[in-house]
């Protein structure tokens, strides 16, 4: 059964700290005039929702004197934002660790204190972002190119909290996110593993080429990615364990039974929570 709790009134609460012009609960901007609506319009109000669930996710989960895991993408930059804005304001002991030379970056030029697993091996709250949930939270991650170092550390953290806007919420993978599933692979296994995915799985799995280099994409870890497009819905868990363990796989893009909570911004400026089944 999957559990959705709209907290307008959190949100009611976050305007009162949001610039000028932000959202409250029912509204997010004002109604831009006919003839700029579209594309630019819906573009800002996407970005409303990834800044009023990461805001909504740091106002509740973080606290003075813990270890943060920092996540990957667009909508965790909201998310920095918000906590280095609190660090400063309430004078709060944040440590944080990060998943991606994008993370580490964000981290540095916020001001924020950044550290690594080998100091702070065991993490209170990791906050991230991902492609798409399902209704039992199992997610998609690994589009923009992260998610081995993002599932370590989702991985060592007592708490795993997922922030997205409405267009990553889904009753099943792949009702959304049409890209497939990203696998992190060893580069001179990706053909082998390729023809093992569509094997023994169905489906396809391409190699992802870069936009603005010639080759394929490389990630943090110097590898490649394949992007699983699947063509029916599995039972995740016991695909995902079935794919780690072909040689030459380093991780996959499937997150199950990790994330405990996920916050997504909604179109109307409402925030929904979604809290992990109770087996």
Same mark, same amino acid.
């Given at each position: 059964?999957?559990?959705k ?7 009611r609460?976050l305007?009162?700290s949001?610039p #000028?012009?932000?959202a409250?609960?029912s509204?997010?901007? #004002?109604? #831009? ?5 579209g ?7 996407t ?6 669930a ?5 106002e ?6 813990? $270890?943060?895991?920092i996540?990957?993408?667009s909508?965790?930059v909201? /998310? $920095?934002h @918000?906590?280095?804005?609190r660090?400063?304001q309430e004078?709060l002991n944040?440590v944080?660790? #990060? ?6 970056q ?8 950044l550290?690594?697993?080998d ?5 209170? =709250? ?6 798409? $949930? ?8 690994? +589009?923009g190119?992260?998610l081995?170092?993002?599932?370590? =550390? /989702? ?10 806007d409405?267009?990553?919420d889904?009753r099943?993978?792949?009702e959304q996110?049409?890209?497939?599933i990203?696998?992190?692979?060893i580069p001179?296994a990706y ?8 094997r023994?799985f ?5 190699l @992802?080429i870069?936009?603005?280099k010639? +080759? ?12 699983w497009?699947?063509?029916k $819905? ?7 364990a079935?794919?780690?363990m072909?040689? +030459? =796989?380093v991780?996959t893009?499937l997150f199950?039974n ?7 911004g909604?179109e109307d400026?409402s925030?929904?929570? @979604?809290?992990?089944?109770v087996l």
């Open positions: 059964m999957r559990h709790e709209t907290i307008a009134l959190l949100c609460t305007s009162t949001l #000028p012009g932000a409250g609960s509204r997010i901007l #004002p109604a #831009p005039p006919m003839q700029q609506q594309r630019r319009f819906c573009s800002t109000m970005e409303e929702a990834k800044r009023l990461a805001w909504a996710a740091v509740t989960h973080v606290k003075n004197n813990q $270890v943060l895991g996540g990957s993408g909508t965790i909201h /998310a $920095v @918000r906590l280095a804005e660090v400063k004078n944040i944080c660790i #990060p998943t991606s030379f994008q993370a580490r964000l981290i540095l030029q916020n001001g924020l204190t550290s690594d697993l100091r702070h091996p065991e993490l209170d =709250v990791a906050i991230d972002g991902a492609d798409e $949930v399902d209704s039992d939270l199992n997610l998609i991650k690994g +589009g190119g992260c081995t170092q993002e599932k370590i =550390v /989702a991985g060592y953290a007592k708490c795993f909290i997922v922030i997205a409405y267009r990553k889904s099943s993978l792949g996110w049409k890209k497939g990203p696998i992190e692979v001179m053909v082998p593993v390729s023809r093992a995915l569509a023994r169905g489906g396809v799995a391409e @992802r870069a936009v603005s010639a +080759g394929p994409v490389v990630t943090d870890n110097g590898n490649f990615l394949l992007d497009k699947f063509d $819905v599995h039972e995740w868990s016991g695909v995902n079935a794919i780690k072909i040689p +030459g =796989v991780e893009g199950i990790m994330a405990e909570r996920v916050y997504f909604m400026g925030v929904s929570i @979604r809290e992990k089944p």
